[in-house]
């Protein structure tokens, strides 16, 4: 494995993610609590490993431009993206204040902050996959072919 196949490892890492995060939503409304504990824990995880993975490509490849010229692809890739880096940059506290309140038993904090945090990061995920979909495999740039 070379530093040029860490986009689709992120994307799929994100596309984990969003499964981990679903599951985990549907076993703690159906109050399987341990199954909910599994997949919240596993879902940091693969998000831990996630930006481990995400910061080397970055750090080797830098960023890769969108160079697609549509009047329509290229401001939705554009919206996606920037909302995608803001709220990514927001999950990580929003995890922090959610997670903690669940370690301290703090289960009606814990659910207050996870009504905001789940929403949100199934965003992030859902689009870390539609930006890498975009950007490497729909709209290739022409950066990815020199």
Same mark, same amino acid.
């Given at each position: 494995?070379?530093?040029?196949?860490? =986009?689709?490892?992120?994307?799929?890492?994100?596309?984990?993610?969003?499964?981990?995060?679903? +599951?985990?939503?549907?076993?703690?409304?159906?109050?399987?609590?341990?199954?909910?504990?599994?997949?919240?824990?596993?879902?940091?995880?693969?998000?831990?490993?996630?930006?481990?993975?995400?910061?080397?490509?970055?750090?080797?490849?830098?960023? $890769?431009?969108?160079?697609?010229?549509? =009047?329509?692809? /290229?401001?939705?890739?554009?919206?996606?993206?920037?909302?995608?880096?803001?709220? +990514?940059?927001?999950? $990580?506290?929003?995890?922090?204040?959610?997670?903690?309140?669940?370690?301290?038993? /703090?289960?009606?904090?814990?659910?207050?902050?996870?009504?905001?945090?789940?929403?949100?990061?199934?965003?992030?995920?859902?689009?870390?996959?539609?930006?890498?979909?975009?950007?490497?495999?729909?709209?290739?740039?022409?950066?990815? +072919?020199?």
């Amino acid at each position: 494995m070379s530093v040029t196949d860490l =986009p689709a490892v992120n994307a799929t890492l994100n596309s984990i993610c969003t499964l981990l995060l679903l +599951a985990g939503w549907w076993f703690i409304k159906h109050e399987h609590k341990r199954r909910h504990i599994i997949c919240m824990v596993s879902a940091l995880t693969v998000s831990a490993v996630f930006l481990a993975s995400y910061l080397v490509y970055h750090y080797h490849v830098g960023s $890769v431009r969108f160079t697609y010229e549509h =009047p329509f692809v /290229r401001p939705l890739y554009f919206f996606i993206l920037i909302t995608h880096v803001i709220l +990514a940059a927001a999950i $990580v506290p929003l995890v922090l204040m959610t997670v903690i309140p669940a370690l301290r038993a /703090r289960y009606d904090r814990h659910k207050r902050w996870a009504r905001i945090t789940l929403p949100l990061w199934l965003y992030v995920s859902v689009t870390g996959v539609i930006v890498y979909l975009m950007l490497y495999i729909w709209f290739p740039s022409a950066q990815l +072919a020199g």
